[in-house]
């Protein structure tokens, strides 16, 4: 069983609507989320952190967090056709290095 | 401009070549990872470095090396004994203490193998 799950995609969202992607964990431990945005051929750059359970909102972005049934989810408002990217899901495991396992990542197409 | 460098964009490996990717910081951070992501899959943890002249193994360190000699340089060795090491390579650092646990990461480096 994989560490952090996400599924592949492609998630195809028209302009305007709202993408809703999802991410589940197996390590009860785990205290530290994130979500990354990769371009095609660039590198991973953060979008948002979550720590604590609830909802966190950066503007069109919103992370929720349920420790009690390990998912971590990213909404993102207004879908524009420059959000097209692959969204990678972090979970920091293990007390000592900050080390992430990342998810395979979710695909998000967003149509004109 | 702060920030994380690797070099070369893109790097071509013949058979029974060892190579070296750089990556360079000016952050001030404390901690370096090196990572590598093959085609529609997430990110792999290679090694990674909490301070200078200490690191560790991550999850799939047979046939690198690395060297932590400088806080800002965390270079990574691909050794011939990487039979597969066809990937795109990321870089990555953290600031380092309580609350700083975002990773940054520099622009990448794609191996090729000839």
């Known amino acids: 069983q994989k560490e952090v799950e996400q599924n592949s995609g492609p998630l195809s969202v028209p302009e305007g609507a709202i993408a809703s992607l999802n991410c589940t964990y197996s390590d009860r431990v785990s205290q530290s989320f994130f979500w990354y945005r990769q371009y095609s051929g660039k590198s991973p750059e953060l979008i948002m952190s979550i720590y604590s359970n609830g909802d966190k909102e950066d503007g069109r972005f919103t992370a929720q967090l349920n420790k009690a049934s390990q998912y971590v989810s990213l909404l993102i408002r207004d879908s524009q056709p420059s959000d097209s990217a692959t969204y990678l899901c972090a979970v920091k495991t293990g007390a000592a290095g900050n080390k992430l396992t990342f998810g395979g990542g979710t695909r998000v197409l967003v149509k004109p | 401009d702060g920030g994380i460098t690797q070099s070369p964009k893109y790097l071509f490996r013949k058979e029974g070549q060892n190579v070296t990717l750089s990556c360079e910081q000016n952050?001030?951070?404390?901690?370096m990872y090196w990572y590598r992501q093959d085609p529609g899959q997430g990110l792999r943890l290679i090694y990674y470095s909490q301070i200078v002249n200490d690191f560790q193994k991550g999850d799939i360190a047979e046939g690198y090396s690395v060297s932590r000699e400088k806080k800002e340089s965390f270079p990574l060795t691909v050794t011939s004994a990487q039979k597969n090491p066809t990937a795109f390579y990321l870089c990555?650092?953290?600031?380092?203490?309580?609350?700083?646990?975002?990773?940054?990461f520099g622009p990448g480096t794609r191996l090729l193998v000839l």
């Open positions: 952050l001030n951070h404390d901690a």
């Open positions: 990555a650092s953290r600031r380092g203490g309580q609350g700083s646990e975002t990773q940054y």
